[in-house]
Each structure stands twice: as C-alpha cells, then as structure tokens.
C-alpha cells in the first residue's frame, strides 16, 4: 500500500480504510515525509485537528520550514484556533504570521487566543491599569498584520489608543504606536472616538513626528511630517502613498455597461464608500486543474473537458480576493472579474499587481446589463452578489445564459435560519439610527445576553467595510433551502453539493447515510433546522448546466 493508494481509497469515500492505510505505512516507514503530510491533511479534512497538528508538528521538528507542514498547522489554526495551544513550540504561530507565503489572517484568531491568556497583557484586556512596558513580541507582530476581531481586545487597543495619545512620551513608545496606528488601518479606524480625545485631535498638527503619530492612530493624517523616525514609513505607506494609488487606479477602470437599476446604483455607492473586503495577502499554492479541485471536494462529479483549461468569470468580484485566490491555485486560461463599485475594483488591481497576477481583465458592471455580453465561461462565480440585488434570480438568469453547457458555477447566498442574530442587529440599529461608528459603539453597550450583540460574533463587526456590509447595507435577501431548490429546477441547473467545514459533512452523513452524493435538498432543509448556524456565513454551492456531461447519477 502506498500514499497513492491511501488517496485513491479516500476519493472512492472509504475514509477510514484511508487513514488506516496511512497508519500501518508510517509504522513500517517513519521516516516517510509524504505519509505523516497525508496522513495529517486526511485528519485535517476530518475535524481531527488535534491529530493533525501532531503530524505537521512532527514534520517541522524533523525539516523546519517544511512549507506544507506550516501550511497544515495554518489551516488547523483557522478551522479550530484554540487548537494552537497544542502546538509543541508557540513560536510556530509566529513562523506562520511572518511567513510572506501565507496569508496571515489564517492565523488571527490563533492569535487572539494566546494573546488574551498572556498574563503580561491581561490588565491591557481586562480593566485594569496599564504597565508602561507593553512591548510584546506576538502583539507586535499581529497588529500590523492582522484584524484583531475580538471584543476585549478592540476595547482594550481603543483605551490604550487614547492613552498613547495623550502621552507626552510617545516618542519613547513610537514602536507600539506605530504598530497600533497601523491596526487602525486595518480595521479603517472603526474604533470609537470620545469628545476628550477629539478635542486633542483638534489641536494636533502633523508637522512633528509625534504629531503625526497621534493623527494616524486616528486616521487623520493627511500629509508627512518635516522630520520622522523610521517606525514610521510603513504607516505613512498605508495611509498615504496607498489610497492615492487607488485613487489613480479607480480612474483608469473600464466600463463595460453603465448602471442605471437604481438598487445596483444604491448599491455601487455603498461600495465605493467602503470596498469590502479589505483583505492583504494570499497563501502560495501548487495550481491545480479546476477538475481536480472540484472531484475533491465532491467524489460523485465527473469532469468535463472545459474544465481543463476554463475560462473564468467572477461576477461580482469586490476587491479580488476571492478571484485572486482561484488565479492562485487554480489553472484557467484566461479570468475576467466585473463589479459594480470602481474603487473596490482599484483595490483589486492594486493586490493584483502585487501578487503578479498581470493577465485578469477587470471591468465595471452591473450584472444585469450584460444580457447581450457576446462571452461565454466555463466556471462562474457569484459568491455574495445575488442577494444584495432587486431581483436575485434575475441575475442569476444572466448568469446561466454566460455559462458554457458543462460549466460549473459556484452561488453564495445569505440564509434565513443562519443570519438570524444578524437580522436582529441589523433591526436594533434601524430602530436607533445612529451612524456606523456610534452604532458599533452602543452594540458593544448592550447586555450580553441581547439578541443583537449575535452581530459581533464575525470578523467583518470588526472593521468598517465589513461591519458597513454586515449591518448598514442597502439591499439584502436571504433564503431557505426549498428556493434554492426552486431556483436550480427553474434555471435548469443541477446541485452538485454544498461547501461545508469537514464536522458538518461528518456529521451530515451520520445522520443521512443514505444522501452519498449529500445533495438531497430535503435532508438539508432538516439538517439545517437540527443546526441553525451551520450556514451562519452563507450557503456556498456548486451546481451545473447541463450539456457537454451531465452529473453521474450513481448512489
């Protein structure tokens, strides 16, 4: 039995044979790299990432920097971040946050969970009054890096925030301040502002070093300063150099259709405000064919031809990072990216051009303008755009007549029953209306057992855009399972299977054994109402048009 055997019985479905395999092999053969990897990416896929970080620890300890056993242990952290406290050496969780080959924010909310049990920082965290000496190595590290989407901790930067500003040795902590300042940058400086602190924001001036300082933790900075100090070049980077390349950028973006649906123009303006989401890196990946890829993550497929080499199109593709992440790993001839807002597509360009991705073609449109668009696609995604429109399923419409006969498209959607918390923050701050800094504010106020403090619970409460998209927007549908199903049956398509975190697929079939395939609409409706926040995020599925090879109809 070899690692290739082991594979082939895991994509036959026979999942514990696999590991089994995998097991007996590296007993006869520890040195084996390639089966301790395989082995701990099989237990990654199952929910076991105790046992897998193990194994990737194991790896490291044996070849230090062993690219796919880092890239293992930051794939645990982001599936299950409390598990980095089973890392054999917690430096590994640095060796990740600094590696240029991977995105940090896989590792953020590991970050969070060491950073508050570390002693040294707990007064920063809990109240209690600060030391002068708050230099630590982690912290220091994360906030230039990484959105720190955690409630005490965003309370206790806010305070230590105010603190530096009015500290007439700044200078002295610039390292701190300026990582901080760059933290606000991340989070697009969504943190709440008293009237002490903006009485001193009006009396400082940018024309010392320690001036502007204090402005940039408040995003008020506007030009550089005389003099400065070294510390702070990457911060006059983000907030200056940045947005002006952006700007020049969001200039230059060509139109394909001009908007006229006043809820796309509603919708473009939001946008264009707040491009979401703000994102800085992706992982390094081996690209693989898209059919690989999808007969991964869904046995039962058969690939169709078009998909060796597809042409693919993001229809609504925001700031690029989901675009990117396909330019990335995936090999496609050619990918095209439209979306409504002009400076979300500036930003996509910009990370575009810092990753070296030359060849995307990206446009400004409306979806629905682009009925008589003489292009056709092999892969379409449309990951977030559909609800947000008038009339969803006339851009999904759209979309099918753009997608080749054995295309396969990829559609995001919000849930009824998974947005629930969400729904509630939203009413709360409809019924206060107070603006979006003020109203992130009074949440934060609330009893901790009120039903719209749900709306803090993701990453994207945590910095403007997100928090806009999550709360403020000006369009939103949500659905239920049986409209999916009415919707595939009407535009003709057929389910391929949902993406959902290995526990849910574990526990889906535990309790539908029967559903192999795990494309049974009515299974999923009950599964979802046994687990209302499985679909939390939003539905993400795969479907097909059928044509140049259908879906294998065998249980």
Known sequence: ?????????????????????????????????EARLTLADMRADLGDYVRAIALYDEVLEAEPGHWRGRLGIARCLRSKPVSVLRLSRPERLLECLQDPDLEPEMVAQACVVLLLRNPRLQPLWFG??????????????????????????????????????????????????????????????????????????????????????????????????????????????????????????????????????????????????????????LSRRTALEPSTVLSLQFPHWIPTANLRQPEVLMAGCGTGRD?????????????????????????????????????????????????????????????????????????WRVLCRLLRPGGMMKIA???????????AGQRWLAEQAVELHQGRYLLQQLPLDHPARAAMETRDFFYLSGCRDLLYHVQEHRFRIPQIGAALQELGLELVGFEVRPEVRLEYEALFPEDRQRTNL???EKFEELNPQTFFAMYQFWCQKPGNGLLDTKS
């Open 1 to 33: 039995m070899t690692v290739q055997d082991a594979l082939a019985t895991w994509q036959r479905g026979n999942r514990s044979a696999a590991v089994g395999h995998l097991q007996e092999l590296l007993e006869r053969h520890p040195e084996s790299t």
């Open 128 to 281: 209690a009054p600060l030391e002068a000496d708050l230099d630590d190595p982690l912290l220091l590290q994360c906030l230039p890096l990484v959105i720190m989407a955690d409630l005490r901790i965003e309370q206790g930067l806010t305070r230590l925030r105010k603190e530096l500003l009015r500290d007439s040795r700044l200078g002295a902590r610039r390292q701190l301040a300026a990582a901080l300042a760059l933290q606000c940058s991340l989070n697009e400086f969504a943190w709440w502002v008293d009237e002490e602190e903006q009485q001193w924001l009006a009396a400082a001036s940018a024309d010392t070093p320690e001036g502007a300082l204090a402005l940039a933790l408040y995003g008020r900075l506007r030009q550089r300063p005389g003099s400065s100090w070294p510390e702070l070049e990457a911060v006059f980077y983000r907030q200056l150099e940045v947005p002006a390349r952006e700007r020049e950028l969001a200039q230059n973006v060509k139109t394909l259709r001009p908007i006229r649906n006043d809820v796309s123009l509603a919708v473009s303006s939001l946008y264009e405000e707040n491009p979401y989401p703000r994102w800085r890196g």
């Open 323 to 395: 675009l990117l992440t396909i330019a990335n790993g995936w090999k496609c001839a050619r990918l095209t990216g439209v979306d409504l807002s002009r400076t979300s597509l500036a930003y996509a360009q910009s990370m575009a051009a810092q990753l070296g991705f030359s060849e995307i073609e990206f446009a400004q449109a409306d979806l629905l303008t682009l009925t008589d668009w003489e292009r056709e696609f092999d892969l379409i995604f449309c990951t977030g755009v559909l609800h947000h429109m008038a009339d969803p399923l006339a851009g």
């Open 413 to 423: 959607l919000y849930s009824e029953l998974g947005r629930q918390g969400i729904v």
């Open 522 to 524: 009515v299974y999923w």
